[in-house]
């Protein structure tokens, strides 16, 4: 079962939303909602970091600094708040197809768990349907929801091929990443 958790550094909590797989109950928009009550508190830790590195973050360019970091780093970690089964929205076809199903070049940016730092790159899948078949469209999708999380390649790699397996039952399945 995974979990999506949010930590609540004042009581040093971990507050989870509950399972993100395919057939699990999950309420993204709870989820959201729940993300943006958080955007003052995280716009005030962002003013200290500022004056952390020696900057006066009442200062005209960054006066809304604080604010559009916290948005933008919710923006980059959207993935939490989105489930697999919302995502896919029943676009997966009975059909009798045998041959692969490659999807390449898909772009996609995460940020790395380690540095917080962004790392951009393609990645690649190709699946073998077991008569049934996504919608294309989904793969770019299946990417971004775990890309949109704190992340190393590996484990998005992983996540990826899981899903389409939890969503269509391949013959088999191949992701390839592309990264820097």
Do not use: W
């Not at 770019?140 to 899903?163: F, G, M, N, P, W």
Request: charged share 25%; with cysteine.
């Amino acid at each position: 079962m995974a979990y999506t958790g949010v930590l609540d550094l004042e009581k040093n909590e971990v507050a989870y939303f509950g399972d993100n797989k395919l057939n699990g109950n999950t309420n993204d928009e709870t989820k959201e909602a729940g993300r943006e009550t958080e955007l003052p508190r995280m716009a005030g830790m962002y003013k200290n970091l500022l004056v952390s590195v020696g900057e006066d973050p009442d200062r005209d360019g960054l006066l809304k600094t604080p604010e559009r970091a916290a948005k933008a780093l919710l923006y980059f970690t959207k993935g939490y708040e989105q489930s697999l089964s919302s995502v896919l929205n029943d676009a997966i076809f009975d059909e009798n197809h045998d041959e692969m199903v490659v999807v390449k070049d898909i772009e996609m940016f995460s940020m790395c768990e380690h540095h917080l730092v962004p790392f951009i790159g393609k990645v690649s899948i190709g699946y073998l349907p077991n008569n049934k078949v996504l919608g294309l469209s989904k793969l770019a999708r299946i990417v971004e929801i775990y890309s949109r999380r704190l992340q190393v390649q590996e484990r998005l790699t992983k996540q990826i091929a899981e899903s389409v397996v939890e969503a269509v039952n391949p013959r088999g399945v191949g992701v390839i990443i592309e990264a820097s």
